[in-house]
């Protein structure tokens, strides 16, 4: 995971632990007061919101607990493609050029251009330098990409 990614999570977990909790535990509170629980629609939605948000805390937790942060500034690569490298590609058929960063899978956004380490076009890119051509099989068939620039921010 990248330190952004990290930062991401870690800023997800406190809205959480800080926001959302204690608005769900009011709602639970206020939904109480109505009376007869067995019958509340309130405190029902409550009690699954409430079970949502504790699951997504545990979730994030173990992520952070689990993960090894890479600092792609701090990376020597020898212009090699690497995890948290972007690397901008010609498409060799189209002329088409894009950037993408890699990145692990739970900070993938295609629209972010953040691809997962994992996806078949960031697999054929890893340990390419620049001027290197890799094949991506994809739905469309082989998709050839000239690696234009690696860079490391």
């Given at each position: 995971m990248t330190v952004a990614g990290a930062e991401r999570l870690k800023s997800e977990l406190h809205r959480l632990k800080?926001?959302?909790r204690p608005a769900v535990v009011q709602a639970l509170a206020d939904a109480r007061s109505h009376g007869d629980l067995s019958e509340n629609a309130d405190y029902d939605a409550a009690k699954?919101?409430?079970g949502f948000i504790e699951g997504r805390i545990a979730e994030v937790e173990s992520r952070l607990a689990n993960a090894q942060i890479i600092d792609p500034s701090a990376i020597d690569a020898d212009g090699r493609v690497v995890f948290g490298?972007?690397?901008?590609?010609?498409?060799l058929e189209t002329g088409e050029r894009r950037s993408y960063q890699i990145v692990g899978d739970d900070e993938a956004d295609i629209k972010a251009a953040k691809i997962?380490?994992?996806s078949p076009i960031a697999r054929a890119l890893i340990g390419k330098t620049e001027g290197d051509t890799a094949e991506v099989e994809a739905p469309g068939g082989l998709r050839?990409?000239?690696i234009?620039?690696?860079?490391?921010?």
């Open positions: 800080t926001v959302e699954d919101r409430q490298a972007t690397v901008e590609i010609e498409d997962s380490v994992n050839s990409f000239e234009r620039s690696v860079g490391y921010a």
